[in-house]
C-alpha cells in the first residue's frame, strides 16, 4: 500500500471513530445542557414558572386576577406591575419574585414579563373613551357613606349587607377580605372580575359608572367590615378545649 492509501485509510478510520463518539452512550445531548435559572429570558417560560399557578394559563385569572385584562392594564402602569413583581404584596399571597428581595428572578426576567404581559394583553382604546378611577387613592374613603354606595351599586349582586345574593358570593366572609389589601379591593370595584362575570365600574347601574371618591368609600365599607383575626375558629372570649389559665 502506498503511503497516500495509508493516509487516506487512517483518516477515514479517525473520522469513524469520532462520529461513534458523537452517539456513544452516555454523551449529553444539546438538550441535556441545564440551562442557567437566571439566563432564562423567554416570556412564556418565565410566565409559565412563575405567574401561571395564580394568575392562570394566558393570564386568564386563577386565585389571582386576570392579567390578561386589558381593562387592569389600562389602569395598572408598568411601574405598578413591576413593584408587585419585584417585592410583592404584603399581607396577601402574592410574594416577592426578585432575587434582591429574596426571590428568583432578576431585574432583567421581571422586565420581560413586564413588558411580555403589556405587549400580549394590552387593548388600546379598550376603555372607549372612558376616564377610569386613578389606579390608587390617597384620600381616605368614608365607611358609612360606602354603605350607600354598596346599597346602590352592589347589592343587586351581593345582596344585603354583602352576604351573597343570587348573582354573587359574598363579599364580607372574614377569610376572604384577609386575603386582600384595601388597594385590592379597589382594583376589583374598578376593574370587576369579566373571567367570573362581574361588570367593571362603569356597568353596575347602565349610564352611572361609579366615581373616584364612591369607590374609595365603598372599599373602606368592605374595609370596616375585615376580621381582626381572620379564621379564628371559636369566639374570642371562649377559651380553646384543653387549654388552662
Known amino acids: 500500500m502506498s503511503l497516500r492509501s495509508l493516509i487516506a485509510v487512517s483518516a477515514g478510520v ?3 471513530s469520532l462520529s461513534g463518539c458523537a452517539n456513544s452512550p452516555g454523551r449529553p445531548r444539546p438538550d441535556d445542557i441545564q440551562i442557567n435559572p437566571a439566563d432564562i429570558s423567554d416570556f412564556d417560560t418565565l410566565y409559565k414558572q412563575n405567574c401561571a399557578g395564580c394568575h392562570g394559563t394566558d393570564g386568564k385569572g386563577g386565585a ?4 390578561a385584562d386589558p381593562v387592569y392594564l389600562a389602569i395598572a402602569d408598568d411601574a405598578v406591575l413591576q413593584q408587585a413583581a419585584t417585592n410583592g404584596i404584603s399581607g396577601t399571597a402574592m410574594p416577592a419574585f426578585a432575587e434582591s428581595a429574596g426571590g428568583m428572578l432578576t431585574d432583567k426576567q421581571i422586565a420581560i414579563l413586564v413588558n411580555g404581559i403589556r405587549v400580549r394583553w394590552a387593548r388600546p382604546g379598550v376603555l372607549h373613551g372612558a376616564n ?12 358609612s357613606r360606602g354603605a350607600d354606595v354598596y346599597a346602590a351599586y352592589c347589592s343587586s349582586c351581593h345582596g344585603a349587607g354583602g352576604r351573597g345574593g343570587a348573582k354573587a358570593s ?15 379591593l379597589r382594583t376589583l370595584v374598578i376593574i370587576g372580575r369579566p373571567e367570573l362575570g362581574a361588570p367593571d365600574w ?16 365603598v372599599v373602606a365599607w368592605l374595609a370596616s367590615q375585615r376580621p381582626k383575626f381572620p379564621g379564628q375558629p371559636f369566639p374570642s372570649n371562649t377559651k380553646p378545649a384543653g387549654e388552662s389559665r
Open 14 to 16: 479517525i473520522v469513524f
Open 64 to 67: 389571582a386576577i386576570a392579567l
Open 132 to 143: 377610569p378611577p386613578p389606579y390608587s387613592s390617597a384620600a381616605p374613603g368614608d365607611p
Open 170 to 184: 359574598s363579599i364580607v366572609n372574614g377569610s376572604f377580605l384577609a386575603l386582600l389589601t384595601d388597594q385590592e
Open 202 to 217: 362603569r356597568s353596575n347601574i347602565p349610564g352611572k359608572p361609579m366615581s373616584s371618591p364612591e369607590i374609595s368609600d
